[in-house]
């Protein structure tokens, strides 16, 4: 994360997200940034509670957006099944299936709470991938002569939104 200038690090918050619902706007209306990383402990968490902020952010932004879903949701067997889903419901919302990254390092269990330093390794490892990719447009101004230099990553709140002991893993 030091190899770019700014790195947000935005959380969901039960009340932030139920009250960006009722009002029918996106919890990053305000942000901007040149890359979005959405970290994500399950497939299906990307539906279940950021479908608003990817929604707002592909279709209002000119940002690189990237998934990383840190377990395939292994919990009943159903891992690769639902690697499947994830990657139906992304392009189903209009990205690209190279644009999510779905890991196998950790175990979907709501009774666990994954390796908070393997968690930030595969995380940083997973950012310099995106950089690696970005290369050419990272080093190389852009027309406007703007470099690629913030990189916001979206998760969960310090209570998993939903309390699931793998979403709060993913927040700290
Ligand atoms: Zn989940």
């Known amino acids: ?3 770019i200038h700014d790195t947000n690090i935005i ?4 009340s932030g997200y139920r009250d960006c619902l009722q009002q029918q706007r996106p919890l990053v209306s305000l942000l901007s940034a040149d890359i979005f990383l959405l970290v994500i402990a399950h497939p299906d968490d990307e539906c279940m509670f950021f479908i608003p ?3 707002n952010l592909i279709s209002t932004t ?3 957006f990237h998934i990383l879903c840190l377990s395939n949701g292994n919990y009943e ?5 639902r690697e499947k889903e994830l990657h139906n419901a992304v392009r189903t919302l209009g990205l690209d299936t190279h644009q999510v990254t779905v890991l196998t390092d950790f175990q979907d269990n709501p009774l666990l709470d994954w390796n ?3 968690l930030s390794d595969c995380i940083y490892r997973h950012i310099l991938y995106i950089l690696s990719v970005l290369q050419g447009s990272v080093a190389a101004p852009s027309k406007e002569g703007q470099h690629l230099k913030t990189l916001t990553i979206l998760t969960f709140d310090s209570k998993g939104v939903s309390g699931h002991r793998n979403h709060c893993s993913t927040y700290r």
């Not at 959380?11 to 039960?14: A, D, F, Y």
């Not at 067997?77 to 099944?81: S, V």
């Open 53 to 55: 902020t990817i929604v």
């Open 116 to 118: 908070d330093q393997l």
């Open 1 to 3: 994360m030091r190899l």
């Open 11 to 14: 959380s969901t918050s039960s």
């Open 77 to 81: 067997g159903l891992g690769k099944q």
């Open 62 to 64: 000119q940002s690189v």
